[in-house]
């Protein structure tokens, strides 16, 4: 089993940036590919971006593409989102998910088996 407990949302304006934590416990010696995904009210949950646990790789939804950044710290079993230039349709809980992989990178909520409870990233116009 994995806990994943996220931070660092907040209310902003529009333009600004935050970094998002989310830092894992319980079983973190096995490997695991990250992802981030984002509901907004009243609407699916989305995937936002994904890194794997070999290489690093990246995978992010277009809209984010230019402006958000996903990395990785093993040693600190942590996980950020750099956020930047944030507008007023990024608003939404911001969840991380864990899954148990290699080298892949994952954008289906389905594919995770372990989430955080969220922290809500507000940003007014």
């Known amino acids: 089993q994995v806990q994943l407990v996220e931070s660092g949302g907040g209310l902003v304006q529009a333009g600004d940036s935050l970094r998002l934590s989310c830092v894992a416990s319980?079983?973190?010696?096995?490997?695991?590919?990250m992802g981030w995904f984002r509901q907004a009210p009243g609407k699916e949950r989305e995937f936002v971006a994904a890194i794997s646990w070999r290489y690093g790789r990246t995978n992010y939804t277009s809209s984010v593409k230019e402006r958000f950044t996903i990395s990785r710290d093993d040693a600190k079993n942590t996980v950020y989102l750099q956020v930047n230039s944030l507008k007023p349709e990024d608003t939404a809980v911001y969840y991380c998910?864990?899954?148990?992989?290699?080298?892949?990178?994952?954008?289906?909520?389905?594919?995770?088996?372990?989430w955080g409870q969220g922290t809500q990233v507000t940003v007014a116009s």
């Open positions: 998910a864990a899954v148990r992989d290699y080298s892949g990178t994952y954008y289906r909520h389905q594919d995770y088996d372990y």
């Open positions: 319980g079983r973190t010696s096995s490997t695991y590919a």
